[in-house]
């Protein structure tokens, strides 16, 4: 089982090396986060291998519509439009996390404490 792309099975020369080349497997590509996409000669089977730590949240939506037959065209290639974001990967555990605390510490406008005060006769 291939944990990371530090693993001696995945780097260049190691085991993974020699099955792609063995199997007839073609890499078809690689997103920002370093991540490999990988295809058969027919293209019958699509995979990842991932850079890192092994979490599908890294997969951009892109390259995930890819994997599952959804789009033909390659995402590098497919036209980005202004109003889209840049993907980010599950934050949960993570310092970067929504907070909503943090969110009210750094606004004071929308703390707790005045949005709401008690009535005294």
């Known amino acids: 089982f291939i944990q990371s792309i530090d693993d001696d099975l995945v780097n260049d020369g190691g085991i993974m090396d020699l099955w792609v080349r063995e199997a007839r497997l073609f890499k078809y590509g690689s997103d920002n986060h370093g ?20 979490e599908s949240t890294y997969v951009s939506p892109e390259w995930n519509n890819w994997l599952r037959y959804t789009s033909l ?37 929308y703390s707790k404490d005045n949005d709401y005060k008690k009535w005294n006769p």
């Open 35 to 54: 991540n490999k996409y990988y295809r058969n000669k027919n293209d019958s089977k699509r995979w990842v291998i991932y850079n890192g730590i092994v």
């Open 73 to 109: 065209a390659k995402p590098s290639e497919s036209e980005k439009y202004d109003w889209q974001k840049d993907h980010l990967p599950n934050l949960t555990g993570t310092n970067a996390a929504y907070n909503p605390k943090k969110i009210n510490d750094k606004n004071e406008k």
